[in-house]
């Protein structure tokens, strides 16, 4: 099955919560209970900077919203999931562009185990490839850091599986 140049079978799919790791094969396994549309929050995962995105509840666009470091993003983690009623989180994972792991690859299972136990929303770890190099070719935008536009890409790539997964593809 493949969507565009996108397919599902490229795609590891997890989802980490407290008590239990579960591997899913669709997005849909992912929300089945996000019945009262939160946002999703999206994180670019990287060990001096992380960076991060939230989707609107239309799940139509991505929106910047921050670049913390390690630290900050666990020690406020759930006032950001209050504050912007966040229904899951989907984090970046890096691969090379063969497929293999990347180095990165075992630091953000790490990240991700460790989130898990701070918070109680689900967690999704979503192939990442060429988010990150989406941003930092083009021209130098300080608004936004390449962090938090590498979280868009990530959450781009999600919402238009989510969409496409609703719609029964």
Same mark, same amino acid.
Request: hydrophobic share 35%.
């Given at each position: %099955? ?5 397919? %599902?079978?490229?795609?590891? =799919? +997890? +989802?980490?919560?407290?008590?239990? =790791? ?15 549309? !939160?946002?999703?929050?999206? #994180? ?26 390690? !630290? ?7 006032? #950001?999931?209050? !504050?912007?009623?966040?229904?899951? =989180? ?6 090379? +562009? ?12 790490? %990240? ?58």
């Amino acid at each position: %099955f493949s969507l565009g140049n996108f397919s %599902f079978a490229k795609y590891e =799919i +997890l +989802l980490i919560s407290i008590s239990l =790791i579960m591997v899913v094969d669709t997005i849909s396994d992912f929300l089945v209970s996000n019945i009262y549309r !939160k946002k999703f929050l999206s #994180i670019d995962y990287g060990t001096k900077y992380i960076g991060t995105a939230i989707s609107d509840q239309t799940y139509i666009i991505s929106i910047p919203y921050k670049t913390l470091d390690e !630290k900050s993003l666990k020690d406020g983690i759930n006032e #950001i999931i209050e !504050k912007e009623n966040i229904y899951g =989180i989907i984090i970046g994972m890096p691969y090379h +562009l063969d497929g293999s792991e990347s180095e990165m690859s075992d630091q953000v299972r790490k %990240f991700s185990l460790a989130l898990s136990k701070i918070i109680k929303n689900p967690i999704l770890l979503l192939d990442e490839r060429l988010s990150s190099k989406g941003h930092k070719s083009k021209k130098k935008d300080y608004s936004t850091s390449v962090h938090e536009k590498s979280a868009c890409l990530i959450l781009d790539d999600f919402l238009s599986l989510y969409k496409n997964s609703l719609s029964g593809i």
